[in-house]
């Protein structure tokens, strides 16, 4: 399949996903706001959900520098459909409707996996589920994750498995250990890495300096010579030969050695040789590379789609990068044509077929033809999700949508992205 032809099956997917995101939205969608009441959640008519009120919102990656004394209540971005709460000091989930899902008793309480969250308090760890049901009795000893039917736990220095009951199924033995993954765990024996059945027998004798997960049948891990990729069986399919390695979510491995970067298949075959400089993640199924002062993009099969002088260059989004050249960035397609050859001081990623561009002092809004479709009349705005964005022009925050209306009034001190809840 040739690279045009991917792009037209990539940009259909990408405007079917988007639609049927939209639809789905129309009664999923919610978004925490900021007014006079404290923070609340809003639907996409601008309805506020009556009693879901909290003081603060906790976004992850910002830094507080207040103090959360017993008086301010907290409510955090929606985990698995349940939203989680500080009240007193103490972390619980509510719903949508603000009813309490897991009550608010637990000193820590982290964010749902594989069905459950790890709790603490009075120096004991447990399990909950989603309905505000342990898994067992807490107990001392620390809890560090569950999959796999496995519940991984340290305790007094050695690491070993329980049961969904409690009852230790793995004793504590190794000096560190992974959750299960693709039917084995990574386990340190006496200062070597191996592979450990659910029964606890050996799959993979302990012979890795490091080791990784076994994702889709093969584990990234390190022995003398250097980072290399091993089977099930624990034969090697690419050779420990590289300084580092990394799967991509595309299933390919980029490889690094000397500071050059490569990539290489699931057999183990090269795909290229490592000869970049630097080589970005995956995205769309295409990665940023450099090259000397000049960078481009690769596709999945190492084609080189094309390479040229630019100071900076983003990661595809909606089929078009990002890439900065004397100061200003310009949209370029995969195969390195400008949108529009017009040059932003700043410019953000597609989001919904919309890209958020400044034009002298304010922000507006191109499409994918590159043509300003809603005018730079905006102090500040984001990204497009679930048909709108938060934007203001003034003090007031409120949402508009794809012709640059105001569809939620700009009322509130402050605004958060719309999200889906499942």
Request: hydrophobic fraction near 35%; include cysteine; aromatic fraction near 14%.
């Amino acid at each position: 399949m040739n690279n045009k032809i991917k792009k037209v099956i990539i940009t259909l997917l990408l405007m079917s996903i988007s639609w049927m995101t939209q639809l789905f939205a129309q009664t999923h969608a919610y978004a925490f706001v900021h007014d006079e009441s404290g923070w609340g959640l809003i639907t996409l008519s601008g309805e506020r959900i009556e009693g879901f009120s909290y003081k603060l919102l906790f976004s992850p990656g910002v830094i507080y520098t207040i103090s959360y004394s017993d008086s301010k209540s907290m409510v955090f971005n929606p985990d698995e459909g349940l939203f989680k709460t500080r009240i007193r000091e103490k972390y619980g989930y509510v719903n949508i409707e603000n009813e309490t899902q897991v009550p608010p008793v637990y000193e820590e309480l982290t964010s749902f996996e594989n069905g459950y969250a790890i709790t603490y308090a009075d120096l004991k760890y447990g399990l909950v589920d989603r309905k505000g049901q342990e898994a067992f009795p807490p107990s001392r000893g620390e809890i560090l994750g569950f999959s796999e039917g496995k519940v991984l736990k340290k305790k007094g220095g050695k690491y070993g498995y329980l049961g969904l009951t409690g009852e230790i199924e793995i004793p504590f033995q190794y000096r560190d250990a992974g959750l299960f993954s693709d039917g084995m765990a990574c386990v340190k024996d006496e200062g070597m890495y191996g592979y450990i059945l659910p029964d606890g027998s050996w799959k993979i004798e302990p012979a890795f300096y490091n080791a990784q997960p076994f994702i889709e049948g093969q584990a990234i891990v390190e022995v003398t010579s250097g980072w290399g990729v091993i089977d099930r069986t624990g034969k090697f399919v690419l050779q420990p030969s590289y300084h580092h390695i990394d799967r991509q979510e595309n299933g390919v491995y980029r490889i690094e050695n000397g500071g050059m970067w490569g990539l290489a298949d699931t057999t183990g075959k090269l795909i290229v040789i490592p000869k970049y400089v630097n080589m970005r993640n995956f995205s769309e199924g295409v990665a940023v590379i450099k090259n000397g002062n000049a960078r481009g993009v690769i596709s999945e099969d190492g084609s080189l789609l094309f390479i040229e002088q630019y100071d900076d260059m983003k990661d595809c989004s909606e089929g078009f990068l990002l890439a900065r050249k004397n100061d200003l960035w310009y949209y370029l397609t995969t195969d390195g044509k400008p949108l529009n050859n017009q040059g932003y001081v700043a410019a953000y990623p597609f989001s919904e077929g919309m890209a958020k561009v400044r034009v002298g002092d304010l922000f507006g809004y191109i499409d994918t033809t590159g043509n300003l479709i809603i005018p730079a009349v905006f102090a500040n705005c984001y990204s497009f999700k679930c048909g709108v964005c938060r934007a203001r022009k003034d003090e007031g925050w409120g949402y508009i949508d794809k012709s640059g209306e105001y569809v939620i009034p700009p009322k509130f001190k402050n605004a958060n992205d719309f999200f889906i809840l499942q």
